[in-house]
């Protein structure tokens, strides 16, 4: 192999073609194989970024069976390799299939040097581009708290907030819908603070009968009620040293509301049938998706426990309002799920992508993870599909990714703002846009805006 450091690796059979095709990519370093087993040994030892693929392979030189296998091995193998299959004269449909199955391109024979040349140069250079941009995601897009992914202004101040509030020990509520991570920014808290070697004790208090929370989370001795044949620590007394998270604290019965409030006074607590006061040293979150003031007003949450638990509230947004976490995290999903069923698939095709954009994710971070495990199950090619996902084509056009047109657009609503406010007077809404009249009157005119 020559210098070149561009690897080329070539199935072909014919050795005429073989040849042929040698002196066609002299620019490049060419492996030739004539059969699978060689063309995916090569594949492991040399990494080929392009292959040239003919599907007739013996054993079935003749048909495209050899072809379609040796094509669906190197995918799984190497997954970003550009295939490019060779197929015979007026044998589209083959050609079609390749591609369905996960092909960069196709080229049919007979061969012309220029052409095959132009299409093996045009991959290669996807390649590279594929491959910086992978190289930037992962420099760039390192999630500021385990656990986190996200590139929204909207969860990166949550972050920030976290990373102020984690040394500290003071009492912390959060608050935000089902499914918003609620939990995964408590174990960031507790994993930023002091206490990160000790333990972590979480308590939903919706998932316990209410005749048996009391005994969880203070604990009780022994025979304090029927079937307590033996002294047992509660949550709190567990998580002495460490972290207690209080999920759902918002359906805590208020009979244990006042008991909670006095051991977050006190910071003692007494065992249910027990006369002792036991001293507790831990760090508490709280968290809820319910109204708590609203609840106040009903009369369902104690206000004075409200001010105790709330010293810091961080409030976690809805994923529709967190913009381009919905894709970001889709992709972080599609990663790691993919790769923990074994599959090969390299992302969501265009429509998948823009319904994922659009559509409100009403059960949030959950809904979506839930949705990328069904879809990678039930996928057949190789990207995830609208029916993969089973959801709706989005509804309005994607947001552009062209710079003039959002330029554009924010300009034409700034302007139209400042009209509005100011009574559609023109030299008021200049001075409010810090630009002349006559300036002002231009974009009027570029954006067909009456006053």
């Known amino acids: ?107 049919q024979k007979p061969v012309d040097p220029d052409i095959l040349t132009l299409i093996v140069d045009r ?17 760039g897009v390192e999630s500021p708290l385990r656990g986190v992914v996200t590139a929204s202004p909207e969860m990166l101040k949550v972050c920030r907030t976290v990373e102020k509030v984690a040394p500290s020990d003071i009492t912390t509520l959060l608050l935000g819908a089902s499914g918003t991570g609620k939990e ?30 009391e005994s ?7 025979g304090a009620f029927t079937g307590a044949v033996k002294q047992t620590q509660g949550k709190i007394e567990y998580a002495d040293g460490g972290t207690l998270f209080l999920d759902e604290i918002g359906d805590l019965p208020l009979e244990l509301q006042s008991k909670l409030l006095r051991f977050l006074q006190e910071r003692v607590i007494e065992r249910v049938g027990g006369r002792t006061e036991i001293p507790i040293d831990v760090r508490i979150i709280c968290a809820t998706h ?33 913009e381009g976490d919905a894709l970001l995290l889709a992709k972080a999903f599609l990663a790691r799920f993919s790769k923990e069923s074994g599959k090969s698939l390299r992302g969501f095709d265009k429509q998948a992508a823009q319904a994922i954009e659009s559509y409100d994710w009403p059960g949030n971070v959950r809904e979506l993870e839930s949705r990328i495990k069904r879809a ?38 700034a302007i139209q703002r400042a009209l509005l406010n100011a009574g559609d007077n023109v030299s008021e809404a200049a001075k409010m846009l810090g630009v002349t009249r006559p300036t002002l009157y231009n974009f009027l005119e570029k954006y067909n805006i009456r006053s």
């Open 1 to 107: 192999m020559k210098e070149t450091n561009r690897p080329l690796l070539v199935v072909e059979d014919d050795t005429g073609l073989q040849s042929q095709l040698r002196w066609c990519f002299d620019d490049y370093d060419v492996v030739i194989t004539g059969d699978r087993e060689a063309a995916i040994a090569q594949l492991r030892r040399h990494q080929p970024w392009v292959v040239l693929l003919d599907l007739g392979l013996p054993p079935d030189p003749g048909g495209v069976t050899e072809g379609f296998a040796t094509l669906s091995e190197i995918l799984v193998i190497s997954p970003q390799t550009k295939v490019i299959v060779v197929t015979g004269d007026n044998d589209r449909s083959n050609a079609v299939k390749a591609i369905g199955l996960g092909a960069y391109d196709f080229y």
């Open 123 to 139: 991959a290669y250079r996807v390649y590279e581009l594929e491959s910086e941009n992978r190289r930037l995601q992962e420099q």
């Open 184 to 213: 995964v920014i408590a174990r960031a808290l507790h994993e930023l603070s002091a206490r990160a070697n000790q333990k972590m004790v979480a308590i939903n208090c919706a998932a316990i009968p209410d005749n048996l929370l």
């Open 216 to 222: 969880e989370l203070f604990g009780h001795e022994k």
């Open 290 to 322: 319910q109204d708590l003031t609203k609840y106040i007003e009903e009369g369902k949450f104690r206000e004075d426990l409200y001010y105790r638990v709330s010293e810091i509230t961080i409030q976690i947004p809805l994923l529709k309002d967190r």
């Open 376 to 413: 990678i199950i039930m996928a057949e090619g190789t990207h995830i599909t609208l029916e993969d996902l089973e959801l709706s084509p989005a509804g309005e056009e994607a947001a552009p990714f062209n710079l003039r047109e959002i330029r554009e657009k924010a300009e034409k609503g």
